[in-house]
């Protein structure tokens, strides 16, 4: 029983080893970056109409979602693991983006009805 | 009896991944635990975005977010759209931060380094939250609430929108309650990692062996800032 978990906890180790300081600072600038640039686009690039709303939307939509999967797969450590234990937590989310599709689709129904 | 005799296969220990014994994954049952609770938790966050989304595409009229969100509490009055949300989204990033260092530095053992990583991030916590009940603060003055709303709209829709008093209600209810949601899963965040600190300075994590505690905790803090990223986005870019 003892060997089992310490077997676990050498495993963990090893493959934690690949998160060092200097990644983990790398990964915040990373994200501060893509913050920089949202706000870059919401406070300069839209209103002085460089850049259109409709088009800003989903870049911003796709900034976040760059953010998120460097937050997930790094900070959360999901990008080490086994790749059972990813599958079974990223799959299970693409219910998500199908409820985001079929609500987008509903909303602009909804604004005839209105 | 032959001692060199062959065992059946159905008779052999077997070793793989999903043969018993042993985690699949290779993570302790906590991990795997509180991995799926953050997966059931995304779900109840994303309803509640979705549905924010949903009902703001299919409205007539929005109030405008930089029209809504342009002070600095106790600073800037006016003028400064996005400003005091870029502030909070900074402090719940760089608590993350922190946060993943404290994590790393449990790796190594390093006791006194994790309490102080943990400290700063408790701290930073702490000024999110205060940060957010500044910015509920100044908007209860205004005259939003659940089931309130100013008496003057004209201030927080676009020039060429009609005021809507339906949809600003609308907004109004769904900004405090999915804020107010996210704030408590900041602020049990925050009970928890108080409590693993005290846990890290009695040496508890010395004494098992593991800091894994210190990294199943981490988790949880990066999904409440993860949620915090959408928020913002939906709620303050978009």
Sequence with gaps: ?114 | MSTTAVTSPIDEVKTTPWAGGRSPFSVEYGKMMMWFFLLSDAFTFSSLLIAYGALRFSATAWPAADKIFQSVPGLIEHGAPLVFVGIMTFILIVSSVTMVLGVEAGHRGARKEVAGWLIVTVIFGFMFLGCQALEWNHLFHEGFGWGKIPHDLKEFFSENVTPSATYTQQFANLFFTITGFHGFHVFTGLIINIVILINVLAGTYDRRGTYGMVEKVGLYWHFVDLVWVFVFTFFYLV
């Design chain 1, 1 to 114: 029983m003892s060997d089992i978990k310490h077997t676990e906890l050498h495993e963990e180790h090893a493959e934690h080893d690949t998160m060092t300081r200097k990644k983990i600072w790398q990964v915040f600038f990373v994200l501060l970056g893509i913050t920089a640039i949202e706000f870059l686009i919401a406070l300069v690039m839209v209103p002085k109409g460089i850049i259109s709303i409709n088009i800003a939307n989903p870049v911003y939509i796709v900034l976040t979602l760059a953010k998120a999967f460097y937050i997930v797969a790094y900070f959360m450590h999901l990008k080490f693991e086994k790749v059972g234990l990813m599958y079974s937590i990223l799959v299970p989310t693409l219910f998500i983006i199908g409820l985001i599709l079929v609500l987008t689709n509903e909303s602009h129904h909804w604004v005839d009805l209105r």
